[in-house]
């Protein structure tokens, strides 16, 4: 919740460990003995949110339900996930940012939400290939457009003074990549 409240309201990726601590009401030296260094801190953050991810789209990921469907669920999630907590999308620019300028423990964490959330687009892609929903494509470029466009409607959706509710924002993402790798 501190992440929530220190990179959702003040909009800023620039926040020291004095601010950390003080924001969760400890003292400095308290949060240390938690995380060694903000980028350890920024680390349990993404772990915690992409827990969130998974268990708020696990009842919903259903084998047995159609690509489409899934997919519609995965945007879903991810769109809880930033409309509750908007630090859920920043914390990933800060997180690459980080990356840039040499964080290897941040590039590293990161990597594997990549790789876990690629997995599962992966799944859904080869499924819709299989079932004529999608075209047939290079898997790992299918992968690579679809990750882009969620992306995408998530910093559009991050931007947004006044969103479109959820489930047509949902409705609408999803039917747009559809379309685009239509068989």
């Not at 009842?59 to 859920?88: C, H, K, S």
């Not at 047509?168 to 039917?175: D, F, K, L, R, Y």
Request: glycine share 8%.
């Amino acid at each position: 919740d501190v992440s929530r409240r220190l990179f959702g309201e003040r909009g800023t990726t620039e926040v020291s460990m004095d601010e950390i601590a003080a924001e969760a009401g400890v003292a400095r030296s308290t949060v240390y003995v938690y995380f060694a260094n903000r980028d350890e801190l920024l680390r349990a953050c993404l772990k915690q949110m992409l827990s969130q991810l998974l268990e708020g789209i696990a009842d919903d990921w259903d084998r047995n339900t159609e690509p489409a469907a899934r997919l519609g669920t995965l945007i879903d999630g991810m769109f809880v996930r930033l409309d509750d907590n908007p630090a859920f999308f920043r914390l990933a620019l800060v997180t690459q940012e980080a990356v840039t300028q040499g964080s290897a423990a941040l590039g590293s964490e990161l990597a594997l939400i990549g790789l876990e959330i690629a997995g599962m687009i992966q799944g859904l892609y080869l499924e819709g290939v299989a079932t004529g929903l999608f075209r047939s494509m290079d898997p790992d470029r299918a992968v690579s457009l679809i990750g882009q466009q969620i992306y995408g409607a998530m910093s559009v959706r991050a931007n947004e003074l006044i969103p479109m509710p959820r489930a047509e924002a949902v409705a609408e993402v999803t039917e747009f990549v559809v379309r685009g790798l239509a068989a």
